[in-house]
């Protein structure tokens, strides 16, 4: 069964700061691996996705990495902003018998002090 | 392009209730899939439809089910409510197999709450 870790829970930094996101996962058969930033309250945004074949990925301030053979992938969130304050999201898309299902990590609560 | 959109935003049930909630998959999508976040915890699998059939299910009891229309859009119905039911339910669609990496769009979420 997949489990997905995130590291850490809470992370509160001044604005500025570069920060990194850590998570993990158990099992290597994955397809993609994808990044969320969920507001509270409401739905989850995709801000970057790897798929299993790739390395990393950028997006303006955000660069995710994989290392699918050990289970870990980074985001790196570059100065930081209050804006960024949010909590993020790890998630990896296996393929199954019948469908397919994202497995989710706990989500890193990140607040950016001004 | 429309987004993924979800209804109603909020809602109030008390335990023993069914409720409905609904989906609209993004244009071009034929996949939904629902998942379930409790309060301060990550979503978890619900089950996905594709075609209008059941395509996988997590570890969640029969009073789940759900449907898709030719439309593509779903409905999660949950009967029999009870307390624990209380969270943000999460609908996501994605493209076929295959295309577009499998990348999954979410809707904005239903809150449920259960007294």
């Known amino acids: 069964k997949q489990e997905v870790t995130q590291i850490p829970a809470a992370l509160s930094v001044p604005e500025g700061e570069n920060l990194v996101l850590n998570c993990s996962f158990t099992?290597?058969?994955?397809?993609?691996l994808q990044w969320f930033r969920q507001d509270p309250g409401k739905g989850l945004t995709s801000l970057l996705l790897?798929?299993?074949?790739?390395r990393e990925q950028t997006s303006g301030r955000l660069n995710a990495s994989l290392d699918k053979s050990s289970g870990r992938s980074t985001l790196y969130i570059a100065a930081s902003q209050p804006g960024d304050s949010a909590t993020y999201l790890c998630?990896?898309?296996?393929?199954?018998?019948?469908?397919?299902?994202?497995?989710f990590g706990e989500g890193t609560q990140l607040t950016v002090n001004p | 392009e429309t987004g993924v959109t979800q209804s109603p935003t909020h809602l109030i049930k008390t335990r023993g209730q069914q409720v409905t909630l609904r989906c609209s998959s993004q244009?071009?999508?034929?996949?939904v899939s629902w998942y379930q976040q409790a309060l301060g915890q990550g979503p978890q699998f619900i089950f996905q439809?594709?075609?209008?059939?059941?395509?996988g299910r997590g570890n969640f009891p029969p009073r789940f089910s759900g449907l898709q229309f030719p439309n593509y859009s779903s409905e999660l119905n949950v009967n029999a409510l009870e307390l624990d039911d209380s969270a943000l339910y999460l609908c996501?669609?994605?493209?076929?197999?295959?295309?577009?990496?499998?990348?999954?769009?979410f809707g904005p979420g239903t809150r449920l709450t259960v007294l």
């Open positions: 244009s071009g999508h034929n996949t």
């Open positions: 998630a990896v898309l296996a393929r199954e018998t019948s469908g397919s299902r994202l497995t």
């Open positions: 439809y594709y075609r209008e059939e059941e395509n």
């Open positions: 790897i798929q299993s074949s790739q």
């Open positions: 099992d290597s058969a994955i397809y993609n």
């Open positions: 996501a669609s994605s493209s076929p197999w295959g295309a577009t990496y499998n990348e999954q769009f």
